[in-house]
């Protein structure tokens, strides 16, 4: 599954089965991370069209990491 995917299988699940405010995207907005909920940024980002879905690094549900660009590694 691509990352779009993912990310599309994450929107699908948050926007029609659970509720959309307990969902964090974290996206890049130049040299800083943006935190927004998602009906926030689906209002934003004009339905990916200002915001491309490329420029999401992370998306959490209750501080639980449901998808994460580059996760950190422990070494």
Do not use: C, W
């Not at 699908?12 to 995207?25: H, P, V």
């Not at 927004?36 to 549900?61: C, G, H």
């Amino acid at each position: 599954m691509t990352k779009k995917g993912i990310i599309g299988e994450i929107f699908s699940k948050a926007r029609f089965a659970n509720k959309a405010e307990t969902y964090k995207l974290f996206y890049r907005d130049f040299d800083k991370i943006i935190e927004i909920t998602l009906p926030e940024f689906l209002n934003v980002s004009e339905n990916f069209e200002a915001i491309p879905i490329s420029r999401i690094e992370k998306i959490t549900k209750n501080n639980k990491i449901l998808y994460e660009k580059h996760p950190k590694v422990n070494i």
